[in-house]
């Protein structure tokens, strides 16, 4: 072989290695970290949606609302859908997170639940109340409490209330703080708890028709699609978003979650 021929081989080996290389890295999947229940059924389908604009997901599960953000921070998630704005707000502010929402996803009205009692007003004074331990969560449901006439927080307390923000509580009520995941696992220890409703899900409770009371759709708790600030400006972002924000998924939505869940899109 003479030396143009060996450089013509050369160049040609070197870009099939090129191609089969931007090949495989075309089709490395997208880890996408979400919660079960809801969020894994919905990214189920977006999955479905996001293969025919060429994007390969892998769904990854996690039981609690602490971890999707740690590993999306470590590298080991491309990007996460689980959580909303000010539970984002507060884990970047209180554990330096460099991740950025880049799109909307669901809401997921937060429902009232008891084994005790069928309505609020029934509540006994100095009933056990659960409510999520990390601060966005509970102070959604303390902002809940309010709304609904069962207690009164302090001028200027916000979506960062906590039970310490309490300054009218006509029954008495004592606010139990658990982890969100276990509170529907506790219902029977407590007169009533709070459930978020991809945890009401997961045990078998229907928000529509086993929640005492619901918390207002109007709210500024709509979930979100994150990712590393590196990566926002990342071409699959956009595809990723867009997967999401279909016709498709509004309509399974809409169709599976029957108004338990809706699109916040």
Known sequence: ????????????????????????????ALKIGVTAGPHAQIFEQVKKVAEKDGLKIQVVEFSDYVQPNAALAAGDLDANAYQHKPYLDAQVKDRGYKIVPVGYTVNFPIGLYSKKVKKLEDLKEGAKFGIPNDPTNGGRVLLVLQDK??????????LKATPLDVVGNPKKLKFVELDAAQLARSLDDLDAA????????????????????????????????????????????GKLVKAYQSEEIRKFIETQFKGAVLPGF
């Open 194 to 237: 709070a459930v978020n409703t991809n945890f009401a899900l997961s045990a078998g409770l229907n928000p529509k028709t086993d929640a005492i009371a619901q918390e207002s759709a109007k709210s500024p708790y709509v979930n979100l699609i994150a990712v590393r600030e590196a990566d926002k400006s990342q071409a699959w972002v």
């Open 149 to 158: 006439g069962l207690i009164k927080l302090k001028e200027g307390a916000g």
């Open 1 to 28: 072989m003479n030396k143009r021929s060996l450089l013509q081989t050369t160049l040609a080996l070197a870009l099939a290695a090129g191609f089969s290389a931007g090949v495989l890295a075309s089709e490395k």
